[in-house]
């Protein structure tokens, strides 16, 4: 079964980091290109960062630029995502996605939720 | 850069069609024939629909169908069942700009 599993969130206060994963199963993860994608409480999509499949190619949205790194392990089919001067406005559930199909998201995990807050 | 525009809410009957509309700009929507459209039920990650536009899935069902003019794509749900009320997020690739994808703002679809 094509499958991503994020792991990772929690309860951070402002200024705090943490570090999510993005575990992939049943298909070639090390040819993939990954995306995070969160979505704020009550709130749309919102795209994140993505990584090429050798990660020599990454993006990010302009709202977490500088703060917030990707990167991932071939070795172990694992997804980064390390968040770093994290603010109230980044709690939200980040979901990791598949571009399996170019510049659409064909797979994505169940998400995992990210609170900021003193 | 802005989201992608949709209407809040749409709602139909069962067995009705209803259309979806997301609007943008030529730096995204109208840029590029790269719009997608996702379907998200409650706390459920999003479920790729529609692809390149209007190309859809293996395992989408035909009933969903799409098109774009422009800068602006719509999402057609035919044969409405009680299974395809969610939200619905149309995206859209944007080179050069703040973020290469962008999202609508979203539409929950109610089935009456």
């Known amino acids: 079964e094509v499958q991503l599993v994020e792991s990772g969130g929690g309860l951070v206060q402002p200024g705090g980091s943490l570090r999510l994963s993005c575990v992939a199963s049943?298909?070639?993860?090390?040819?993939?290109?990954i995306h995070w994608v969160r979505q704020a409480p009550g709130k749309g999509l919102e795209f994140v960062s993505g990584?090429?499949?050798?990660?020599?190619?990454?993006h990010y949205s302009k709202s977490v630029k500088g703060r917030f790194t990707i990167s991932r392990d071939n070795s172990k089919n694992t997804l980064y995502l390390q968040m770093g001067s994290l603010r109230p406005e980044d709690e939200a559930v980040y979901y990791c996605?598949?571009?399996?199909?170019?510049?659409?998201?064909?797979?994505w995990g169940q998400g995992t939720a990210v609170t900021v807050s003193s | 850069q802005s989201a992608l525009t949709q209407p809040a809410s749409v709602s139909g009957s069962p067995g009705q069609s209803i259309t979806i509309s997301c609007t943008g700009t030529?730096?995204?929507?109208?840029?590029?024939?790269?719009v997608s459209w996702y379907q998200q039920h409650p706390g459920k990650g999003p479920k790729l629909m529609i692809y390149?536009?209007?190309s859809r899935p293996s395992g989408v069902s035909d009933r969903f169908s799409a098109s774009k003019s422009g800068n602006a794509a719509s999402l057609t749900i035919s044969g409405l069942q009680a299974e395809d009320e969610a939200d619905y997020y149309c995206?859209?690739?944007?080179?050069?700009?703040?973020?290469?994808?962008?999202f609508g703002t979203g539409t929950t679809v109610t089935v009456l």
């Open positions: 996605a598949r571009e399996g199909i170019p510049k659409a998201f064909d797979v």
């Open positions: 049943g298909f070639s993860f090390s040819t993939s290109y």
């Open positions: 990584i090429s499949a050798i990660g020599d190619y990454t």
């Open positions: 030529s730096s995204d929507v109208g840029g590029y024939n790269y």
């Open positions: 390149d536009v209007s």
């Open positions: 995206s859209s690739y944007a080179r050069g700009s703040t973020s290469p994808y962008v």
